[in-house]
């Protein structure tokens, strides 16, 4: 009689907290010279993404960009609304007070 034996794996999220926190993402952005100067924003969206996330002891930082759309009134003698993607970096920190650090499991 052949036994035949697996091991697997056992994984559980359980949300500990929940945190709404609002912070500014300020950086420069390059208009690239085939493009038109900024004369005046008229519109501005992003779109939040998220590439790294790090639990440590009461805190979470969050690394990520900001995937923005930028409309504007051209610093030309036509006047003209031009449109611009960039991308803006970020780091944070949030403070989390049951945020911990997650122990491996080993076998």
Not at 33 to 50: E, H, W, Y
């Amino acid at each position: 009689m052949a036994l035949e034996t697996t091991k697997d794996s056992l994984v559980l999220n359980q949300i500990i907290s929940q945190k709404t926190d609002t912070f500014m993402v300020e950086d420069d952005c390059i208009v690239p010279d085939i493009k038109p100067d900024i004369l005046n924003v008229i519109s501005s969206s992003g779109i939040v993404c998220i590439y790294k996330k790090e639990i440590l002891d009461g805190k979470i930082r969050l690394d990520g960009a900001v995937n923005a759309y930028i409309m504007y009134l051209a610093d030309s003698n036509e006047g003209e609304v031009r449109s611009l993607n960039t991308n803006l970096d970020f780091t944070q920190t949030i403070e989390v007070e049951k945020a911990k650090m997650r122990n491996e499991l080993k076998y």
